[in-house]
């Protein structure tokens, strides 16, 4: 690795806003130095590939933040402050959106989403779009997570025999590999979780609500939203100040009770002092390794140690069903024909059954891995009427709220629930409800182990006490280290 560019690893937002305030930096600076690190690690050396494509417009945007802020005018608290965002998600400008499939490569979205329109706002530089698994993992069912018929398959910056975690794997291998300062991914059900835990980051999914979806390649209207991927709880706070807003395109944004509100005032040292947090050990403990699982317990007796009442093998009701995916089908077709109304009617994309067959016209080089998700939703009616979708709605949510986290949370009087890496994110996926995964150590081999801390509907207060809390009295986060001949 360069030692040009060594200088800005690891640095948060608030590091880098006091460099650039003091002009011991500029914003035009950090552009250069990422997309340095970016030809170093990313294009060639280790070859990363979490970059799907560099937004070539950066330089200039930074340049004219700068001058701005010499001229005394700072949009907030992300001004000149480079940050990547997934595949899937709209911009105006000279990049593509194609959720990873060759189908979009040249789609061009014809406004920004409205995550992208705060981060404007509050004066970050959209410096890159980050692969993901292919359609947020909602094409094919093996597919590898971090592979995109586009972009090709991402790598765990840890090491090229750890999964990467999906979908939203190049934020997740970009922000951990110090790509940019912080970045924006997408969760269905488990997207930000599992690709922060695998790069040993700090993921934040939200109350669906808490962020708007509008402009967002859509799977599921009950549980997609977006959410901050940093290194730090800091970070996190800050990006999810930003992100969440009120947004008239997308009506649920109208429940979130927050306002304008701060989410940093929740940084507490002793967050974790005198809550009740419980362990929901089966089956989720089963889904994992033994070494895992050692870096998990450890996990808790340090949560514990930090001031939290441990409760041991609590009994989530619904942790033991069969839950399905036929919300997610059926939500999928609709949505997606919805979404594909908005992109150029030159590419003949109107439908489901469009993707599908314009699949199959490119061949094996869009469906290396097939693409059995897309049949198994176009086999629905696609309509949010029909008896068998709304059964499932009405299973899921009051299996995964009434007899699922609020049951559990009101039984033993809990302020929120652990559960390891990413397993366990069906069920506050359906019921919506907010989960932080804070990077908790390493196997022997060296592969990130995350914590995940999970609470009701609009509790991200209470779970960034306690992400914090932990994060503070561990620091277990270490960047990657790139052999000097590769990068």
């Given amino acids: 690795m360069s030692k040009q560019t060594e200088w800005i690893e690891e640095k948060t937002i608030r590091q880098l806003q006091n460099a650039l305030t003091k002009g011991e930096t500029a914003s035009r600076e950090l552009v250069l130095t990422y997309l340095k690190r970016i030809a170093e690690i990313d294009a060639s050396g280790p070859k990363l590939n ?26 907030g608290s992300l001004h000149g402050i480079p940050v990547v965002i997934k595949d899937n998600v709209d911009t105006q400008d000279r990049m593509h959106t194609s959720a990873g499939s060759l189908l979009l490569k040249d789609h061009v979205a014809k406004a920004d989403a409205f995550v992208v329109e705060q981060l404007r706002k509050s004066g970050a530089i959209i410096l890159a779009k980050t692969n993901l ?178 409760i041991e093998d609590i009994k989530i009701p619904s942790a033991n069903n069969d839950w399905d995916i036929n919300v997610m089908l059926y939500e999928f077709k609709s949505a997606v024909e919805t979404y594909l109304k908005t992109v150029n009617v030159s590419t003949d994309l109107n439908t489901l059954n469009d993707l599908i067959q314009g699949n199959r016209r490119l061949g094996t080089k869009a469906l290396k891995y097939g693409q059995a998700l897309f049949y198994q939703a ?50 506050p996926a359906k019921a919506g409800y907010p989960s932080i995964t804070v990077p908790a150590g390493y196997t022997p081999v060296g592969e990130p182990v995350g914590i995940t801390f999970t609470a009701g509907q609009y509790s991200e207060p209470i779970l960034l006490e306690c992400a914090y809390a932990y994060e503070q009295s561990t620091y277990h986060r270490k960047k990657p280290i790139f052999d000097k001949k590769e990068g």
């Fill in 378 to 427: 176009e086999r629905t009616s696609g309509r949010l009427i029909d008896s068998d979708y709304l059964n499932s709605l009405v299973f899921d949510q009051e299996q995964s709220r009434e007899k699922g986290i609020d049951a559990v949370l009101a039984d033993n009087q809990l302020d929120a629930i652990i559960t390891p890496n990413n397993v366990g994110a069906t069920i």
């Fill in 133 to 310: 698994t292919e359609w947020a993992n909602f094409i094919a069912e093996d597919m590898p997570t971090g592979y995109s018929s586009r972009g090709g398959q991402t790598i765990n910056p840890y090491g090229k025999s750890f999964i990467v975690g999906g979908s939203s794997a190049g934020s997740g291998a970009a922000v951990a590999a110090n790509l940019a300062t912080a970045g924006v991914g997408t969760e269905t059900s488990g997207s930000i979780l599992s690709p922060a835990s695998q790069n040993s980051l700090v993921g934040i999914k939200p109350t669906v609500g808490l962020i708007s979806r509008s402009g967002i390649v859509p799977i599921s209207i009950t549980q997609d939203t977006a959410g901050p991927m940093t290194r730090t709880v800091e970070d996190g706070a800050i990006l999810l100040n930003v992100l969440n807003g009120e947004d008239e395109n997308d009506p649920i944004t109208s429940t979130n009770p927050f306002g304008k509100k701060d989410f940093t005032d929740s940084l507490k040292k002793d967050g974790l002092k005198g809550k009740r947090i419980g362990v929901a050990r089966k089956p989720f403990f089963e889904y994992v390794s033994e070494e895992h699982r050692k870096v998990i317990d450890a996990a808790i007796e340090e949560v514990k140690a930090a001031g939290a009442i441990i």
């Fill in 50 to 75: 979490a970059i799907i494509e560099v937004n070539p417009d950066a330089l200039y945007i930074a340049d004219k933040l700068d001058a701005q802020r010499k001229a005394g005018k700072v949009y």
